[in-house]
């Protein structure tokens, strides 16, 4: 009866027992805040347990910011896409320009010069080169930053209760060390393929610039031929010789300029039909200037002096007369032997004169104008010395030609174009509103007499 009692109370004080371990061993669950990772401690309220070890803390900060490094790599890259699409609208608008150019050749030159003097590539972005430079640079922080995660991983402090509260040192976890790894190679992996990317982008962004650029020059200059064909048509002569040039105002923009230049000369000959009623003086018809001495040659008519002729700015006077409005035909010729010089006009010799820069070679290499006496070699022009009028057959020799030639050129029995600077269109180019226009001189001067 007492081993009865004794199995009952056992078996009542076991089932308590059991109820009260069974309670002992709830579980609780609590919310996982959104965003945040499986396995990372959160309290009841959904606060993050703040972890006992600032190297574990280190380390998620560092994970946090490479993913916030290659949102930022992400974004740079979606940026130089656009750049590089923006870029090739802009060529393909230029191409489009150059066709349009091409198309209508026939327009006015002022528009086109315009239109083919826009920069359409003056807001070209940072060169990709830069982006690249950039790409590396953060590769090789990022590889540093890892090298020092190494480093400070190789002790963690943590705490063992068995050792009575003293410090102890644990390596970092190895899949904690792998995954950064991993990570960071997957990040260095699309840093390299997008470099690559970029590398051959600007490689064929920059075939197409320079295949533009030439198919852009290519077309200007079939523009300008076209240009120039048109000019020369239109200004064509009946013969290259049979030109004027006109000189209606006294300023000092309006001139004519030689092209050829002259060699070194021991004398020579100046010829020229001239029209002017300009007072006081008529001007001067031409000039020559070499550096270092910008009155090589003159032939000058100032205020109310006679007409001067300047060698080496040495002066000797002609007793010439042309300016009464009717064509005269002027020739000068000098010779560096004792500085002699003659007069000629209308094939009349009126004047002769020597020690007129004597034993003085004419210098070679400098400029002929048309029109106006220069201070410094080919400018800075006074409009009180410019000539106001025409002339026509301007030629010059590099010998004195005889009395009889002179004559024949002034009856217009004899063409004898200079040896040394002809009277032709393809020589003669015109400045600030001076013109060139048809004339045969010999058929003119009969009807003005």
Known sequence: MLASVLGLLYLVSGRTVGSQDVTSSRFVCNAIPPGAEPGCGYGPTGNRVQSSSPVEDELRNTIIQL????????????????????L?????????????????????QGSRRKEYGKNTMGDLPRDPTETIDQLGKTMQTLKGRLENLEQQSLRLPSTN???????ALTPLPQELRELLRQRLGALETQLLQKVAELEEEKSQLYNETAAHRQRTESALNSLMERITELEKSNNAFKSPEDFKVSLPLRTNYLYGRIKKSLPEM??????MWLKSSASPGIGTPFSYGVPGQANEIVLIEWGNNPIELLVNDKVAQLPLSVSDGRWHHICITWTTRDGFWEAYQDGERLGTGDNLAPWHPIKPGGVIILGQEQDIVGGRFDATQAFVGELSQFNMWDRVLRPVDIMGLANCSAYMPGNVVPWIDANVEVFGGASKAALEICEDRAFDS
């Open 88 to 108: 090739n609208s802009k060529l393909a608008r230029c191409e489009a320009a150059a066709d349009d150019m091409a198309q209508g050749k026939s327009r006015g």
């Open 266 to 271: 021991y004398a020579f000959t100046v010829c």
């Open 67 to 86: 993913r916030e490094t290659i949102l930022q790599q992400k974004e740079t890259i979606v940026s130089q896409q656009g750049t590089i699409k923006e």
């Open 161 to 167: 209760s068995s050792a009575g509260g003293a410090s």
